[in-house]
């Protein structure tokens, strides 16, 4: 298993441009999540997802959207870039949906808006 | 969602034992207590969960005191690779998705 993968490791945009971040799993899990860290900071979430064709906010949900429409992916779209959204972006997943159940991490995507 | 208070960082040197103490005065009965670790450049990975008592694995060692306020990590023998950012994260254990992490505990091992 790949476990969570993340497209593309490492992106620039200029303000105001859109794009989407691409996060899938292999695991069959039914819960997804997106969080944002910023320089020195903990994670901070922004949406999450308990199944195909079900999302809902987080603590930072403004100025990006989601959608799931399979269980694999999780796309995260920027709709127009703004310098504070400069952060590195983590997606997870677990099999389940309270605390007991393990999220797996991917490897992050680090996004600098100029 | 219980909130946590973690020391901002710690200094070990390598062979030491380490350990990591989180408050969680709030802490509801459903609640789980779960640890996470960060290494630069890397999303978080579990490192070990429990409810009460003690819970070991090959990683680490959990204590929970009987009033479940706190909780202990424990890293036996740390070496310069257990430099990470260690989180503790409380929360329901059947409706828990929204996960907070807080700013974490800045573990350095120095040779």
């Known amino acids: 298993n790949a476990g969570v993968t993340q497209t593309p490791k490492f992106q620039v945009l200029k303000t105001g441009q859109s794009m989407t971040l691409q996060c899938a799993q292999d695991?069959?899990?039914?819960?997804m999540s997106w969080y944002r860290q910023d320089p020195g900071m903990g994670l901070r979430l922004i949406h999450y997802s308990v199944g195909a064709g079900i999302t809902d906010q987080g603590e930072v949900p403004n100025g990006y959207n989601v959608s799931r429409s399979t269980t694999e992916d999780f796309p995260l779209r920027l709709l127009s870039a703004a310098p504070s959204q400069t952060s590195v972006y983590f997606c997870?997943?677990?099999?389940?949906?309270?605390?007991?159940?393990?999220?797996?991490f991917g490897p992050g995507t680090r996004l600098t808006v100029l | 969602l219980a909130k946590t208070t973690q020391p901002i960082s710690m200094d070990s040197y390598e062979g030491q034992e380490v350990n990591i103490t989180c408050s969680h005065n709030?802490?509801?009965?459903?609640?789980?207590i779960t640890w996470y670790q960060q290494f630069p450049s890397q999303g978080p990975r579990f490192i070990i969960q429990?409810?009460?008592t003690k819970v070991t694995n090959e990683v680490a060692s959990l204590f929970i005191p009987a009033d479940r306020k706190s909780s202990t990590l424990s890293l036996p023998r740390v070496s310069l690779s257990d430099t990470a950012v260690y989180y503790c994260?409380?929360?329901?254990?059947?409706?828990?998705?929204?996960?907070?992490f807080g700013s974490g505990t800045r573990l350095l091992v120095r040779p």
């Open positions: 709030n802490i509801a009965t459903n609640d789980y």
């Open positions: 695991m069959n899990h039914e819960y």
């Open positions: 429990g409810y009460k």
């Open positions: 994260l409380v929360g329901d254990m059947w409706s828990s998705y929204k996960l907070i």
């Open positions: 997870a997943s677990s099999g389940g949906q309270g605390s007991a159940d393990t999220q797996y």
